[in-house]
């Protein structure tokens, strides 16, 4: 009843300290650019949003994501699958056989990358989203109920003294 009264203009309502308004307001900003980089992040590492998906129920049922093989590990496979179907020792075939070597340390590269920037990146960005922010939240609506709680006590106690004054001026 307070929050729609208030919401409606029909009672006063209890302002904060303005300095813990302007946390608030960083905190909402935090949250909301810490969700975009998250989700951008998990974009960048793993393009392909079936395979996320995937990622994601492995992560819920607390599962161990299996290993994916990299494009440029696949692509490392097919050039020396070639190079040994072409003959190793033709030029064609020591070519394919070196830059797929090439290709496999790169695939092997980004698959460290996106293992270390998941743990060391992500994990803590996570973090914060599913804890702290959960906690500020979960204050932040204690701190509301609150206050509407008071702002309730506050009008209720004015209707009384303006009854009782009421009560004192007609007798």
């Not at 020591?94 to 797929?100: A, C, Q, R």
């Amino acid at each position: 009843l307070q929050f729609t009264e208030e919401k409606l203009g029909q009672a006063e309502k209890t302002e904060l300290d303005a300095h813990f308004e302007n946390l608030l307001a960083r905190a909402d900003s935090t949250k909301n650019w810490t969700e975009k980089i998250l989700r951008q992040t998990e974009v960048l590492l793993q393009p392909n949003p079936s395979a996320r998906v995937e990622e994601f129920l492995y992560e819920k049922l607390d599962r161990k994501v299996p290993s994916r093989v990299t494009n440029g590990e696949l692509l490392a496979q097919y050039m020396t699958e070639a190079a040994n179907d072409f003959g190793p020792g033709t030029p064609y075939g020591k070519t394919l056989i070196k830059v797929g070597e090439t290709q496999r340390r790169l695939g092997a590269a980004e698959r460290d990358f996106i293992h270390s920037a998941s743990i060391n990146f992500l994990t803590p960005l996570r973090n914060f989203l599913e804890g702290d922010w959960r906690t500020i939240s979960k204050e932040r609506r204690i701190l509301q109920n609150r206050r509407l709680d008071l702002d309730a006590c506050k009008a209720r106690l004015k209707k009384a003294k303006a009854a009782e004054a009421k009560a004192a001026v007609i007798f």
